[in-house]
């Protein structure tokens, strides 16, 4: 139960079988024993590392030479070296002044915490065991937690939970153990806008570096479909020195013709790679152990691919729509528009998380150049939908890893203007393209999703008229969105 994940309290709880205690001060660090910690110290620091790191510029370098390389002498300088390297994890950071903790790029190794800052851990069914869970007094989060809305999605909304007394650490803030706080830590400089060449050099070889690193520790396995995301994974993986199989799962809803079937076969025959199409059928909700149920909040009952074992990684290409502009190019968001944007039904609770969302971030990040949507897509989206997935993954015991959960190289995408890296018309991933694939003609000729829908939107966004349509859209929803909750 509780498969990699932790708990950190100032209680000593003994408890939890297959768990293992490291004493941190005053408190008390358990952890699942197969979940992989690494520990620094020095005569003024002690950094506690829940998970794992990958250097793209040294492949070869393990968790602890990485922690080692890191010469911050304070917090912010070692949140700035960290924010370097690809990984999935939880940090815990204790000097003379300073107890925090924070987690990776977007949030994929979790950290739940009460609001008296007690407890912290990776479930709030974990946080539990150490504070018991007080239920919501507000009728509009009692509405919204009871709803078929949440009942269906099963996912989290802003930094709230279930229960009021369990808060959740979204993206790019951290947690200050000894203050009682919770502080944004990034961004806090103003975005530099690089020419879209720069970008795309650089980011294809910290991406082909990224996997090679993941490949010196790992067997993996790596989907390939259709479109950008999984086609510049591929490309970069062709020169790692480990294990890596190339596959595409066939859904009831596909057949033998389906872009995502036909467009890898040919990419992937043009680099002599085996590429398998497995037919996979969702799993049964019976067929999930009682140890699953238990250890997740509202577990969704997930399908990964039956390739997927214990003893190798499922790379995905999740956490690079951070930089592809998915939400659009609207102005002047309210936060009604931010909840239909993220597919809620009509309720109040999410338009007020989201109101006082835009509010800090709109003082937090004045002027400093980042789009609000790229940043709510960061926070929002990754923090509560794709980490959430992560954690079911690890309770069946199947790893999952997306190599672009990268601050430096999420930061170092958002540097290219909105205009060039669009979700349809993306020129930030066709450059990347051109340079992982050493300028071939034919790679460069497969077409991208080439999908009705996607081919006209395409077109609209070439003419340019998709903005004006996208927006017209998202208001005429919003006035619905409202005119329900009258």
């Known amino acids: 139960m509780f498969r990699k994940q932790f708990l950190l309290t100032s209680k000593d709880i003994s408890s939890f079988d297959g768990f293992d205690t490291i004493k941190i001060g005053t408190y008390y660090l358990h952890h699942h024993i197969d979940l992989r910690v690494s520990t620094v110290k020095t005569k003024d620091i002690e950094v506690y590392l829940l998970g794992s790191l990958y250097s793209w510029e040294h492949p070869a370098l393990k968790d602890s030479e990485i922690l080692n390389s890191?010469?911050?002498?304070?917090?912010?300088?070692?949140l700035v070296e960290i924010s370097q390297f690809y990984g999935e994890y939880v940090i815990i950071y204790k000097d003379q002044k300073e107890f925090v903790l924070f987690n990776d790029a977007c949030a994929q190794n979790e950290i739940y915490y009460d609001k008296n800052f007690e407890a912290f851990g990776t479930q709030p069914k974990i946080i539990n065991a150490a504070i018991p869970h007080e239920p919501h007094s507000n009728i509009d989060a009692i509405n919204y937690y009871e709803s078929n809305h949440f009942k269906k999605k099963r996912l989290f909304v802003g930094d709230t939970t279930h229960v009021n007394n369990v808060k959740h650490?979204?993206?790019?803030?951290?947690?200050?153990?000894?203050?009682?706080?919770?502080?944004?830590?990034?961004?806090?400089?103003?975005?530099?806008?690089?020419?879209?060449d720069v970008v795309?050099?650089?980011?294809?070889?910290?991406?082909?570096?990224?996997?090679?690193?993941?490949?010196?520790?790992?067997?993996?396995?790596?989907?390939v479909t259709g479109g950008y995301d999984s086609r510049i994974l591929f490309l970069a993986s062709q020169e790692v020195t480990g294990t890596c199989k190339y596959f595409v799962s066939?859904?009831?809803?596909?057949?033998?013709?389906?872009?995502?079937?036909?467009?890898?076969?040919?990419?992937?025959?043009?680099?002599?790679?085996?590429?398998?199409?497995?037919?996979e059928i969702d799993t049964p909700q019976q067929a999930f152990k009682k140890e699953y149920i238990d250890s997740i909040d509202f577990p969704r009952y997930i399908t990964i691919s039956s390739l997927a074992k214990p003893d190798n990684v499922l790379l995905n290409a999740n956490i690079s729509e951070v930089s592809s502009c998915l939400l659009?190019?609207?102005k002047k968001i309210t936060p009604v528009d931010l909840a239909v944007l993220k597919d809620h039904s009509p309720a109040l609770f999410p338009i007020n998380q989201y109101k006082n969302w835009l509010k800090r971030i709109t003082n937090q990040t004045a002027l400093l150049n980042y789009n609000i949507l790229d940043l709510f897509y960061w926070?929002?989206?990754?923090?509560?939908?794709?980490?959430?997935?992560?954690t079911e993954g690890n309770a069946i015991d199947v790893t999952v890893m997306s190599p672009f959960n990268s601050r430096y190289l999420l930061n170092l995408m958002l540097s290219v203007k909105r205009s060039q890296r669009g979700v349809f018309n993306n020129r930030l991933y066709d450059r990347i393209i051109f340079y992982l694939s050493n300028n071939n003609k034919v790679v460069l000729n497969l077409p991208i999703n080439p999908d009705l829908k996607t081919k006209i939107y395409r077109l609209m966004s070439k003419l340019g008229v998709l903005n004006t349509y996208q927006t017209y859209k998202l208001k005429k929803k919003s006035k619905f969105f409202l005119e329900k909750l009258k």
């Open 70 to 78: 890191i010469s911050g002498s304070n917090l912010n300088d070692f």
């Open 169 to 196: 650490l979204l993206a790019n803030h951290y947690i200050n153990v000894y203050a009682k706080t919770v502080k944004r830590f990034f961004p806090v400089l103003k975005k530099e806008e690089l020419p879209l």
């Open 200 to 223: 795309a050099k650089k980011a294809s070889k910290i991406i082909k570096g990224y996997l090679e690193a993941i490949s010196q520790r790992h067997d993996i396995i790596l989907p």
């Open 250 to 279: 066939k859904h009831s809803h596909m057949d033998a013709k389906h872009n995502d079937i036909t467009i890898p076969k040919k990419l992937t025959a043009l680099y002599n790679k085996e590429f398998l199409v497995i037919e």
């Open 328 to 330: 659009g190019y609207h």
């Open 379 to 390: 926070e929002e989206f990754e923090s509560n939908w794709v980490a959430k997935l992560k």
